[in-house]
């Protein structure tokens, strides 16, 4: 009974050593974490890729060389660029990547994954001057730096993709002008406010004179027509007035040149108003009526 416990035991012990070194790539058991992708080497020479889960091996024939699948981070040496418009522009990168093909990974970088960053560094920048460099600086800072993301990202895929790296994204994480630049970029931005400040100031002169010359066409149409109506209803008042003395005068034309008689005189003889005219003046007429009629006549008494 004890040579069955012991026997167990080391059988246990046996696979629970297997599974630890099958851990680390060792042993007859090959064990592939999660995140992971190795590759089965004989000779030197890669017989296979191995995804998560466990495998057999050969030892002492076999090797096994581990390689990350997650998606990896590098942070691209900033450098200072010329734009089309002869301006310097200092740009900070970095990339995200992995590794899709872990066979021509290690044939084209048979020293390691940091022999990889190098070339990924070297590859952005390189790309970096190439696609700003047909930018302008305001390009850069505002409307095309989505574009110029994507065609960065997309000539660094292409440069890498034949060394089993695939390049999902670079990104502009920084970036700033030296003083020199910033004073010019400067300079430059206050001409355009100013240039345009004047634009949009004569365009709005323009139209205040335009608004202005209408409203006054628009006044002097309106007076017109105000002075037209006016002489029309003017002329019509006048017309009925006429009428209307032209009735009285007909229906007594005696008493008709009485009050015009009377009007007259309320109109030119005031208090003070002194009048030289003969007394069989035709304007005394009425006068001259009146006093004949409050004198009392003469006595017929002795």
């Known amino acids: 009974m004890k040579r069955v416990i012991l026997l167990l035991f080391v059988l246990v012990a046996a696979l629970v050593g297997l599974v630890v ?17 190795r590759i089965l080497l004989m000779f030197g ?10 495998f057999a091996r050969v030892p002492l024939l076999m090797d096994v060389e581990t390689y990350p699948s997650l998606k990896l981070y590098l942070n691209v040496d900033p450098e200072s660029i010329q734009t089309r418009d002869q301006e310097r522009i200092v740009i900070d990168n970095y990339v995200v990547w992995r590794i899709v093909d872990p066979v021509e990974f290690r044939s084209s970088f048979p020293q390691g994954i940091e022999l990889a960053r190098q070339q990924i560094n070297r590859v952005v920048k390189a790309a970096v001057r190439e696609v700003v460099g047909k930018q302008t600086l305001l390009e850069v800072l505002t409307d095309e730096r989505e574009n110029i993301r994507r065609a960065i990202t997309e000539r660094t895929a292409n440069s890498l993709a034949e060394d089993g790296i695939e390049i999902e994204d670079v990104r502009i994480n920084r970036t700033e002008l030296p003083p020199a630049t910033e004073k010019n970029v400067f300079a430059r931005m206050k001409t355009d406010r ?12 323009e139209e205040a004179r335009s608004i202005r010359a209408d409203a ?25 007035a006429a ?5 009285a005068y007909s229906k007594d034309p005696d008493f008709y040149a009485f009050l015009r008689s009377m009007e ?16 069989e003046s035709e304007f005394f007429r ?14 017929t008494e002795p």
């Open 21 to 37: 070194v099958g851990s680390f790539g060792w042993g007859p058991v090959v064990i592939t974490r999660e995140g992971e992708q």
């Open 45 to 54: 020479k890669a017989l296979s890729v191995t995804s998560p889960g466990v």
């Open 194 to 205: 100013t240039r345009l400040a004047r634009k949009y100031r004569a365009e709005g002169e």
């Open 216 to 240: 006054e066409r628009e006044a002097r149409v309106t007076v017109a027509n105000a002075n037209k109506q006016a002489s029309i209803a003017r002329g019509e008042g006048d017309a009925e």
């Open 243 to 247: 009428r209307i003395y032209a009735e």
């Open 264 to 279: 007259a005189y309320r109109k030119t003889i005031g208090k003070e108003t002194t009048l030289v005219l003969s007394p």
């Open 286 to 299: 009425y006068l001259d009526g009146a006093a004949s009629a409050t004198t009392p006549p003469a006595s």
